[in-house]
């Protein structure tokens, strides 16, 4: 394998029970690429995820770059499951790393420097604030490579704008490479290298410009779907 | 040594560590297995009523049998835990009848603190240390589990290796209780001091600390009450404990 590519992806083929979810996919994935994966619901984006981090059974080639250190934030990962627990921030984070200056420069670097926010118990964050603070725990440990399934899920269309641009200056400031998995389109079209959108059995996969045609969405999301390329 | 105080330390150690564990099953909300699991320890407390040996030692082997069988009878019949986990507990409750007397039906019950022993005592201490030094150890990493499975295989935790651990600090903990409640009580040794302690707590440090706290609290009160008064120690211990939560749940801090 080239060094320079840090995912690479052979005819990967997905079944879940009897349904193929993933059918014959190719593409690679370039150190410092943002590469977002758009389609319908249902079309096996999350499952894709999940196969690339190697929870699922699979068919094909998945192959990282040796030693890479990878950064995951499933969907859904919402105050659901974490409200009713007693957990502040400060603990959230000691269950990864014991370093507390790193925890509170992490922290810092979302926008969240308070000394109040460190010691409040999670579910007593607002939504905007618990995504911040996922980013921030998803980047405490240096990783490489980072996958997030629908970052801004809960998340009102302002706070969404400010995780993406929150996540595009760690992008920057990390030299990471991202894998992010999104409904927005706009967010696509402004900070992706490459997109890969599925839909069932079928996949494009390109730069933005090339594949966020009115015509290519057709082909995925079915005719209902409208996208306006913004003018630069 | 006096009973009392051999009753007094063994009752700490398990009521201390049931709570801590206690907080890990409340999260997982699964605080009422060890009801079951309670009952059918039955037939080997039954055993080791009518041969003299300690009731936790009677009672592990049941416990690992039963959780055996509800996950190999899972795996063949497919029908949900819960219904399979009655089938087994009702069983071992049945099975026990047939052979216990009557006049040790109650001990079986409800526990009887007052009749360990030097040994029975300094065996529950040192299998309640480690213990304690396993689930501390095994904590971070069960929360995580908890909070999504996904996020714990990221960070290159061992899923079956920590649920194997925590079943298995399930069962011994259920043996010993079985010696200081009974059978018919062991889920509430678990249950009651974490959901207290989750009631006063905003964090983990203060949840994991409070809940042990109240299990002491619970165990050491019910058996001097036992001491003064002959009441039996097991059933005051869960209702002190039962007063402790009532009290904290008046104090809930708003949200």
Same mark, same amino acid.
Request: aromatic share 10%; with cysteine.
């Given at each position: ?232 | ?49 009518? &041969?003299? =040996? ?8 049941? #416990?690992? @049998? /039963?959780?055996? %069988?509800?996950?190999? *009878? ?87 290796? &920590?649920? =194997? ?8 903990? #259920?043996? @010993? /209780?079985?010696? %200081?409640?009974?059978? *018919? ?71």
């Amino acid at each position: 394998m080239r060094r320079d590519y840090i995912l690479e992806v052979k005819n990967l083929a997905v079944r879940l029970g009897n349904v193929s979810v993933i059918d014959n996919l190719s593409f690679k994935v370039k150190r410092g690429e943002i590469l977002t994966i758009v389609g319908p619901n249902g079309a096996g984006k999350t499952v894709l995820l999940r196969t690339l981090l190697g929870f699922l059974p699979h068919q094909g080639e998945i192959n990282w770059q040796k030693g890479v250190k990878i950064g995951y934030l499933p969907q859904g990962l919402t105050f659901l499951k974490v409200r009713d627990l007693p957990l502040s921030v400060k603990e959230f984070f000691l269950l990864k790393t014991k370093n507390e200056n790193k925890i509170q420069r992490c922290l810092s670097l979302v926008g969240l420097p308070d000394k109040e926010i460190y010691t409040k118990r999670i579910g007593d964050l607002s939504g905007g604030q618990f995504q911040r603070m996922l980013i921030a725990w998803a980047l405490i440990n240096e990783p490489q490579v980072l996958l997030f399934d629908e970052p801004t899920t809960g998340v009102d269309i302002g706070g969404a704008k400010t995780i993406y641009s929150l996540l595009f200056n760690c992008w920057k400031e990390y030299n990471l490479t991202i894998i992010l998995v999104t409904h927005d389109l706009n967010i696509v079209y402004k900070y992706s290298t490459n997109v890969l959108c599925l839909n069932k059995d079928r996949f494009c996969y390109g730069p933005p410009q090339n594949i966020l045609t009115p015509e290519a969405l057709k082909r995925i999301y079915g005719p209902e779907i409208k996208f306006y390329k913004h003018q630069h | 040594m006096s009973s009392l105080v051999l009753s007094l330390v063994s009752g700490i150690s398990i009521g201390g560590l049931a709570a801590y564990l206690g907080t890990l099953m409340l999260q997982k909300r699964m605080s009422l297995v060890a009801g079951p699991l309670g009952h059918l320890t039955l037939p080997g407390v039954a055993l080791a009523l009518l &041969y003299g =040996f300690d009731v936790s030692i009677g009672a592990f082997p049941f #416990v690992i @049998l /039963g959780i055996i %069988l509800i996950w190999l *009878l899972e795996l063949r019949t497919k029908l949900p835990p819960e219904a399979l986990t009655a089938i087994i507990f009702a069983s071992g409750v049945a099975i026990a009848f047939l052979f216990l007397p009557l006049k040790q039906a109650e001990v079986a019950l409800v526990g009887d603190i007052t009749r360990v022993n030097l040994i029975d005592t300094i065996v529950s201490v040192i299998v309640c240390f480690v213990l304690f030094l396993v689930i501390r150890k095994i904590f971070p990493q069960m929360i995580l589990i908890n909070i999504s499975e996904d996020l714990a295989k990221v960070e290159g935790v061992d899923i079956k290796k &920590y649920n =194997f651990l925590y079943l298995l600090a399930i069962g011994i903990i #259920v043996s @010993l /209780g079985v010696k %200081l409640v009974g059978s *018919l009580l062991t889920a509430a040794l678990v249950a009651i001091p974490s959901a207290a302690a989750r009631n006063l707590s905003k964090n983990l440090h203060s949840y994991t600390l409070l809940a042990p706290i109240f299990g002491i609290i619970s165990a050491v009160s019910g058996i001097l009450v036992y001491y003064f008064t002959k009441l039996p120690a097991g059933p005051i211990i869960i209702l002190i404990n039962t007063l402790i939560f009532v009290i904290s749940a008046i104090f809930k801090r708003k949200p």
